[in-house]
């Protein structure tokens, strides 16, 4: 080593060191610049399946409801950070919702049970071991015996489910299961029916005319992704195709993200959806528009009594209006009309859906779109009427023992459960999550999430999905309840093996030919097996002369109140996942709080404003909502949806707004289901709050946002017609405007996207957009976006890089006719007016005509945003990483669900839609160490990944045999704003509307 | 002072404004621990911002720049009179401007200071502001000179150069006076100050040749400066900013409101220095005027955007006006449209112009409404952007707006007030050069003094 200056030497460069890292940290302790670089610790010895860097994917089931999708988890250095449909399996064709895109927020959820504790003297818990839970179980079985053992469970049709049933049977006690949103009255009516309670499957996909009395199939009922799927399939305008575009009528007090995706809402009176099929069903036999089925004469006096004209006057709906609706129906051959939600939840519930099955019969669609056979899983759970029976063996002190896994009825019943719940003797919650219902047990031992553990479900006859751990646990102190039942069972062995157990009678049937082990990691690789069951014909019953649809007004105040499943909180299991919480709800646009649905007429009657408290009070509890005006509800009825509310389960959840359960019945009714309507008081309390929601202001002006074409307009539309094709450039500017763009091209070296580079863009058809937001949380999830909670969304501080804008349809009198849904992000302009302003070039443009946005460049002029037109950039106005900070998004262990691919970005700099720039660049890498082209379809964005009815391609419109050219050249596209000659790489397609 | 004519005389006009630097009274202490406690508000508020992030202050999408680029332009604004005062005038030979044109020039050197503040502080992370700063730099970036702020950055710095260097040549003769009659420290100062001027023939000659070539020199940027300034916006597509008329509109305003601003300041400078006889009422009348032609020109740059935003047709322009007047902040339209459109209608009445208590009181105004209208064409049109309805501003100012505009007021003062105090605020040179020379009388000792 030379001595010489400019030599370092240890004793320099330490002092160099020390006195930079001092001013660093001084710098740094006061929280002002960049964050210290943090070490990088590589592993001691690399575990042999995991590369540094590259994603490993496993396939499993979705568990966030009963639907049971397959999903495939992408997992980066053992940690499960993103989930996504798994093409193959036959539910959700790759495709998957929002709640499902949030499990990750489940298993690192800060809020989870790390272990096994018992209650204290104090009231509080105390941790135990393992062992000693386990143990404090056996002797509480022993001494429960033969006074009242019960072990409740979600709808859970699963290996685990059986495992419970064989224990139950040896301890002498019984197994019941509850889901708060259960589907009784399907059964119900399908027995009164057909005589049968089993939930067939619903073929969207081939219907040629789509009536929803009530059913909310795009958002909570049933199997809503597959669902989705095959409505956009029916419902989406093609041109090619003979009869395009499956009409779509609803049939509900309120518009529901369903209901506002239709193309005609009948805003019936509430109940009275059954004597309106049936009335449409005597239309279409006594003026033999369809080929009716012989038995059907079976029903002509039960059809004589409903006849348009009786039952205009009961519905509150015009004879014409019945009759055409009949008419269309029958007139599509292949008309589907499905009942639930809404219209299953009154106290006629299953005689509606009855109703509804008669009028499938009559039209010829049982057997075709209403298969039984292949039928849904949920039909086999229990029913409420068992769980008010247990509910009431309770409260009668006949239950000693009690076991919650998967279930949160403490929540969902308020009231009756959580009295009951006093009386029993000892219980054991399973929960990993402190809900209400755990909070209120004695010995808690936590689960492993979904997608840390081993299990199997049969979402559907014939398909068999399996669910296998994708990761360490999050807490190693948490167990598989499988494992721990065995445990406690004293079998040997663990809960794979039981469950592999089981799937050798599996391989049986599917597995011919080949070895146990083959075809278990066959199954474990597709996610599961997936076989056909046998269509089962079924024929009118005997009692379904005899239903009796007919409303009865509900009791206990003057004014009917809705209680219906929040879209993505269900029945309240979301409601502690930012991600969830923070997603405007898809038809009122409120985030972080419940709501109370208010017609404009009412709320002028009442003298309320949007905000505004009303104190709802039904027989049987009260509460205290703000108002939302709006005109996708009767005037006569109140809606309010379920979700919030928590007295328990986490920050995000607990004492937030509240729980519209309080406001039904514990008891079950004629057909042995829950009744969510009811009749309630309304006051006004005087009180206002404000409600977090993302909608605009009711300014009409913004022209060019949306576009519609009537069904006519767009079916005489030829591939050379651009109805919304704007001459951007006036004629007398046009040799200059492209003298301009050629000077341009030939000096810019970089930005030059007229060259060989791809130029990507994205096709959204409105058409098929349903609104759902799956997307948006796929885009939290993908890009590491902060969720920045009610107080800041106030503030308009939301990070959403896509937002779906809802604009009402009206009809000619004004009256919502549906809505069209538009998924705004980045529209990542050609000549884009963010990136000449940013003084840095953090702003700038790739050649792949990228709109780019340089994180670490960023010094947050923010005069990019002011400059965009779309508004779709997302300043960083606090550090929402900043440890134990006031407005943390990640709190531990939360923050392992981020994309290592996508930087967190700091305070103070701007951010926006990449059109997940990871993911090209990923494809681009891979396509050139296989020294091949990009292949179209192998880029996919995470919001078009998600997707559940297809609406956004993702391509090169340089290349023209991609999907995406094609699309970008379709008749209905347009740019939004083209007029501002930014030439956006996003072509809307204009929905497609079909009552014109 | 025998001369029964005039007290004001050459001795008078030293001796006065030289008195202005004598030992600060109780009520100098009390203004300038006011400027320095809304300083250290400022500082407080810009440490918080500084430690949480800009969260602190309302913005609300997509309404990004508020309260604090509102500050900027408005003092950007008040620092053009100055210039106009010393330079323009000067070139005009205008003699009424010697009075008022030091303390105009003061303002406009402090307002540019801190003018200058707002960009750092409203900036998402200050600590990198030195990007924004063309250097060369071991990364090869250079900032994007395509960008209007980055034009911002050069016009302001040119302004508060030459309007610094301006002032400061202007004071040299005036320092070297008070210089001859300052004891002690300040002696010391002045000395300093005074670079060693002795008043010779070829001083001055040099001088004045020097002084003219600035006057020149800082002409132009007058006009340009708020020019570039208007750029900011008028570049962007933002309707209610993108238009033709924002340069002479901006440059109108900011004479305007300057000239608001020196009657503010001179009011009660005159009052608390006793320097009625030196800026008499006819300064005063002479800048009311100016701020009435100036005002008439802002009240008709406001009829022009509306006409043009209906006479366009364009649906999108005539929205974000109607947002503008009617829609939720229109209070602040309507502030801005009477403190600068209407109530300075009033000094076509020369009894109000001249009237010093009603002329304050309507500067206060139309400094209140220049605020506004920044604010209007910032905050409202951010709001309002029609371009997408999906758009929901719930934009309302918080306490770390404020605390930085109040913040900004205590920085001009404390400066403005340390310098009336310190160095002559009225010219003594140049308003000697406008009085009528004295006359030599035969008697004992002379009036030479």
Known sequence: MTDGPNSIDRRRFLKVLGVTGAGAAAISACGIGPEPTEKLIPYLIPPEDQIPGTATYYASTCRECAAGCGIHVRVREGRAVKIEGNPESPINSGRLCARGQAAPQGVYNPDRVTGPMVRNTAGGFDSITWDDAISRVQGKLTAARGHGIVFLTGADASSFGDLVDDWMRQVGGRRVSYEAFGFDALRAGNRLAFGTAAVPSYDFANAKYVLSFGADFLDTWLSPVSFQNGFSRAHAFDGSRDGSMAKFVFVGPRMSLTGMNADEWVAALPGTEGVLALAMAQVIVSRRLAAVPTDAGRLAALLADHTPAKVAAITGLDEKLIVRLATEFAAAKGGLAVAGGMAAQYANGADIVAAVNILNYVAGAVGKLVKFGPDLAVGETGTFSDFARLTADMAGGRVALLFVHGTNPAHSLPGAFTQGLAKVGYKVSFASFMDETAAAADLILPDLHPLEQWNDSRPRAGIYALQQPTMQPVFPETRQSGDVVLKIMGRPGTYRDHLQGRWRELQRRFGAGKSFEQFWMDALQHGGVYGDAPARPVRLAEGASRIAPAPAAPTGGDQTVVVFPHPVLHDGRGANKPWLQELPDPVSKIAWHGWVEVHPETAKRWDLATGDFLLLKSAFGAVKAPVWITASVRPDVLAVPTGHGHAAYGRYAKDRSFNAFELLGADANAYGGRTFAVGATATKTGEHRKIVTTEGSARERGEGSVETLTLARAKSLGAADHPFHHEETPEYAKESVEWWGERQFEQAELGNYAGEQPRWGLAVDLSKCTGCSACVTACYAENNLATVGEELMMRGREMSWLRLERYWLTDAEGHPQGAVNSPMMCQQCGNAPCEPVCPVYAAYHTPDGLNGQVYNRCVGTRYCSNNCPYKVRYFNWYNYAERGGEWEAWPEPLSMLLNPDVTVRERGVMEKCTFCVQRIRGAQNKARLEDRNVRDGEIVPACAQSCPSEAIVFGDLHDRNSEVYKLAGNPRGYHVLAGLNTKPAVTYLARVVSNG | ?449
Request: charge should be positive; aromatic fraction near 18%.
């Open chain 2, 1 to 449: 002072m025998a001369d029964g004519m005039t007290r004001v005389t050459y001795d008078y006009v030293t001796r006065t404004i030289a008195r202005t630097l004598g030992n600060p009274g109780r009520g100098y202490f009390l203004l300038l621990g006011a400027a320095v406690a809304l300083l250290a508000i400022g500082i407080v508020t810009l440490l918080f911002l500084l430690r949480y992030g800009l969260g602190l202050a309302g913005y609300s999408h997509p309404v990004y720049w508020a309260v604090f680029i509102t500050c900027f332009v408005f003092w950007v604004g008040i620092a053009h009179s100055g210039t106009l005062i010393s330079a323009i005038l000067f070139l005009f030979r205008s003699g009424w401007r010697t009075a008022v044109y030091r303390t105009a020039e003061a303002m406009t050197v402090f307002a540019v200071m801190t003018a200058g503040l707002f960009p750092l502080i409203h900036i998402g992370r200050q600590w990198y502001f030195y990007w924004l700063i063309p250097y060369p730099n071991e990364r090869g970036l250079w900032p994007n000179f395509k960008s209007p702020l980055i034009w911002d950055e050069f016009a302001i710095g040119t302004y508060f150069t030459v309007s610094t260097v301006f002032l400061i040549m202007g004071l040299i003769p005036d320092i070297a006076a008070v210089r001859d009659l300052a004891t002690g420290w300040r002696k010391k100062l002045y000395t300093l100050c005074s670079v060693g001027w002795r008043g010779t023939n070829e001083e001055w000659r040099h001088y004045t040749r020097g002084y003219l070539y600035l006057a020149a020199l800082a002409t132009p940027l007058v006009l340009s400066v708020h020019s570039v300034v208007s750029w900011d916006f008028a570049m962007a597509i933002v309707p209610g900013w993108h238009a033709t008329i924002f340069a002479p509109y901006f440059v109108a305003g900011a004479i305007y409101s300057g000239c608001a601003m020196v009657i503010t300041l001179l009011v009660p400078i005159r009052k608390l220095f006793q320097l009625e006889e030196l800026i008499t009422v006819k300064h005063f009348e002479n800048l009311s005027k100016l701020c009435l032609l100036t005002g008439s020109i802002v009240g008709y740059a406001y009829v022009c955007e509306y006409f043009i935003a209906w006479f366009s047709g364009n649906p999108t322009e005539r929205a974000a006006f109607w947002y503008r007047a009617f829609g939720p902040y229109w209070w602040a339209t309507w502030t801005m449209l009477i403190c600068n459109a209407f109530l300075p209608l009033l000094l076509w009445v020369k009894k109000i112009r001249t009237n010093l208590t009603a002329l304050f009181v309507i500067s206060i105004f139309v400094n209140i409404g220049m605020w506004f209208e920044r604010y209007v064409i910032i905050v409202v049109s951010l709001a309002g952007e029609p371009h997408t309805p999906w758009t929901n501003a719930v934009y309302n100012p918080t306490w770390a707006d404020w605390g930085i505009m109040a913040g900004s007021f205590g920085w001009f003062f404390m400066w403005f007030l340390l310098f009336v105090k310190n160095f002559p605020a009225v010219s003594i040179a140049e308003v000697k050069e406008v009085l009528a020379p004295p006359k030599r009388v035969a008697a004992k000792g002379g009036a030479h003094a």
